[in-house]
């Protein structure tokens, strides 16, 4: 078994935050070569959802500010809609 397969994040779902960032935007790419579904979430929604789309497995872009509750509840909300945890 290679690295990759026994620390698999296969059916996992992570929530990065400052997603579009120097550090999130590799976490992200790291998650998602690991085989989790990446949910992106900054500030620009559109951008969130362009780079969402370049990674490898199935993830979604959400505008989040992290400092505000009810952005903070809409992306609870999206992310079980759509993934169902
Ligand atoms: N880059 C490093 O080497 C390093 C080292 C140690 C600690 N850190 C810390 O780690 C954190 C991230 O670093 P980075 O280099 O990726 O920074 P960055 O500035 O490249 O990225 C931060 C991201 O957070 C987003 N953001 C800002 N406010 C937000 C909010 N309210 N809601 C949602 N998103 C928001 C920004 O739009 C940006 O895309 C920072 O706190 C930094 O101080 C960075």
Do not use: Q, W, Y
Request: hydrophobic share 40%; charged share 25%.
């Amino acid at each position: 078994m290679n690295s990759l397969e026994l620390f698999s994040l296969k059916n996992k779902v992570a929530i990065v935050t400052g997603a579009l960032g120097l550090i999130g935007k590799n976490h992200c790419v790291a998650l998602s070569e690991a085989g989790a579904n990446v949910i992106v979430c900054d500030l620009d929604e559109i951008k969130c959802k362009e780079f969402a789309s370049s990674l490898p497995t199935k993830s979604i872009g959400i505008g989040v500010d992290i400092t505000n509750k009810s952005s903070v509840e809409n992306l609870r909300d999206k992310t079980l809609k759509e993934f169902g945890k």
